[in-house]
């Protein structure tokens, strides 16, 4: 059963952790039986008189499998994958963590560009966890590493390739999780230029939309496959009606504004009525929800190309509907993604837009502690 012909390929941006320079894949490996410094061969056995000789092919030592490097930076990413459960607590998933994780890693050893992004995501994790900058660095060289090697294992598998049914899992699986590490990646940058934050936030909507492009070109595989109850979990929470108010005042602006084009206002109130139903969940529902945050992963991936653009441009209405997101973000601020980067957006969109326009932002400037500029 075959699906529709679908470009997949991802372009990164020079800025971007996947197109860093200068970064080897290769990390430092042990090889069994080998010493440091011996020969490239593995020592010979001594010759034992009067014994029967054995098949050649009976000698695990000359199994060429058992030459092969052992690479124990990659084994830690591994143990850490299985074990670290708050690393997907921005998504929904049926089941628990260790069995999803372990059907992922089944997934990579078939399709290696899910196993490089799946360790590469490990890597950014541990880089996020840990305090001291020189080992957080390292964690972060190897993820940019693991993730440059899985977009071009990806790429070159996929380049104009059709989709079917023994490849959507794999590239669904790959995409999504390539889209959680560059929302990672640009929710930590802390430069206070907002032109560099809006440049990096449309290239991760991008990355994102890549996600919905992929499940859309096979989204009737995809329903049959082990994936569909994960993806109707997701889409059932998506398209809920919304039932607070959070978002009534920022409502109330895109109706009384000028110079916004029908489509712009209309993918401006989209992007508001997504972010009322992360509200609805993260200020309203049970705090063992697993969807309570899902929108703030969501809500990009489902951006249009048109209010991308409006941010792109820095229009004040699309600014607006971002500050509010960044209240969205400040609600999540205990999470390893998150942290202080919704407090970090809401102070640069301020600061831009002005006195003006804090009518407007007046609910989330009252619910976020925002410094009077960014550091």
Same mark, same amino acid.
């Given at each position: 059963?075959?699906?529709?012909?679908?470009?997949?390929?991802?372009?990164?941006?020079?800025?971007?952790?996947?197109?860093?320079?200068?970064?080897?894949?290769?990390?430092?490996?042990?090889?069994?039986?080998?010493?440091?410094?011996?020969?490239?061969?593995?020592?010979?056995?001594?010759?034992?008189?009067?014994?029967?000789?054995?098949?050649?092919?009976?000698?695990?030592?000359?199994?060429?499998?058992?030459?092969?490097?052992?690479?124990?930076?990659?084994?830690?990413?591994?143990?850490? &994958? $299985?074990?670290?459960? %708050? *690393?997907?607590? +921005?998504?929904?998933?049926?089941?628990?963590? =260790? @069995?999803?994780?372990? !059907? /992922?890693?089944?997934?990579?050893?078939?399709?290696?560009?899910?196993?490089?992004?799946?360790?590469?995501?490990?890597?950014?994790?541990?880089?996020?966890?840990?305090?001291?900058?020189?080992?957080?660095?390292?964690?972060?060289?190897?993820?940019?590493?693991?993730?440059?090697?899985?977009?071009?294992?990806?790429?070159?598998?996929?380049?104009?390739?059709?989709?079917?049914?023994?490849?959507?899992?794999?590239?669904?699986?790959?995409?999504?999780?390539?889209?959680?590490?560059?929302?990672?990646?640009?929710?930590?940058?802390?430069?206070?230029?907002?032109?560099?934050?809006?440049?990096?936030?449309?290239?991760?909507?991008?990355?994102?939309?890549?996600?919905?492009?992929?499940?859309?070109?096979?989204?009737? &595989? $995809?329903?049959?496959? %082990? *994936?569909?109850? +994960?993806?109707?979990?997701?889409?059932?929470? =998506? @398209?809920?009606?919304? !039932? /607070?108010?959070?978002?009534?005042?920022?409502?109330?602006?895109?109706?009384?504004?000028?110079?916004?084009?029908?489509?712009?206002?209309?993918?401006?109130?989209?992007?508001?009525?997504?972010?009322?139903?992360?509200?609805?969940?993260?200020?309203?529902?049970?705090?063992?929800?697993?969807?309570?945050?899902?929108?703030?992963?969501?809500?990009?991936?489902?951006?249009?190309?048109?209010?991308?653009?409006?941010?792109?441009?820095?229009?004040?209405?699309?600014?607006?509907?971002?500050?509010?997101?960044?209240?969205?973000?400040?609600?999540?601020?205990?999470?390893?993604?998150?942290?202080?980067?919704?407090?970090?957006?809401?102070?640069?969109?301020?600061?831009?837009?002005?006195?003006?326009?804090?009518?407007? &932002?007046?609910?989330?400037?009252?619910?976020?502690?925002?410094?009077?500029?960014?550091?």
């Amino acid at each position: 059963m075959s699906g529709r012909q679908a470009d997949c390929r991802y372009t990164p941006r020079e800025t971007d952790s996947i197109s860093t320079p200068g970064v080897s894949s290769h990390e430092p490996s042990v090889s069994p039986g080998r010493s440091h410094g011996s020969s490239d061969h593995p020592p010979s056995p001594a010759p034992s008189m009067g014994a029967p000789e054995r098949p050649v092919a009976h000698e695990p030592f000359l199994d060429p499998s058992l030459h092969e490097s052992v690479n124990l930076s990659h084994t830690e990413l591994y143990v850490h &994958l $299985l074990r670290g459960k %708050e *690393m997907f607590n +921005l998504s929904e998933y049926p089941g628990d963590y =260790t @069995s999803n994780i372990a !059907r /992922g890693l089944e997934i990579g050893v078939s399709f290696p560009y899910v196993l490089h992004q799946l360790l590469a995501y490990s890597s950014r994790h541990l880089a996020a966890l840990h305090s001291h900058p020189e080992q957080s660095a390292i964690y972060t060289r190897r993820a940019v590493a693991l993730q440059t090697r899985a977009v071009s294992l990806f790429n070159a598998t996929h380049a104009a390739a059709e989709v079917d049914a023994s490849n959507c899992v794999p590239a669904v699986l790959f995409s999504a999780t390539l889209s959680h590490h560059v929302l990672v990646d640009t929710l930590a940058v802390r430069d206070g230029d907002l032109d560099a934050f809006l440049a990096r936030w449309v290239h991760c909507t991008h990355v994102h939309r890549g996600v919905y492009s992929v499940a859309m070109a096979s989204w009737p &595989l $995809l329903m049959e496959s %082990e *994936m569909g109850p +994960l993806l109707a979990m997701q889409r059932g929470f =998506t @398209s809920r009606v919304p !039932r /607070g108010d959070d978002c009534a005042r920022a409502r109330a602006m895109l109706d009384a504004a000028d110079g916004l084009t029908a489509d712009e206002r209309e993918a401006c109130r989209e992007a508001l009525r997504r972010l009322q139903i992360g509200f609805d969940a993260a200020l309203w529902e049970d705090e063992q929800a697993k969807h309570r945050y899902q929108m703030i992963f969501s809500w990009v991936m489902m951006a249009s190309p048109v209010f991308a653009a409006l941010l792109a441009a820095k229009r004040p209405q699309a600014l607006v509907v971002l500050g509010y997101y960044a209240w969205l973000l400040h609600c999540a601020r205990h999470l390893w993604q998150v942290r202080d980067s919704g407090a970090y957006i809401l102070a640069m969109i301020a600061a831009y837009l002005g006195p003006e326009w804090d009518h407007w &932002l007046e609910q989330p400037m009252a619910q976020v502690p925002v410094p009077a500029c960014p550091e």
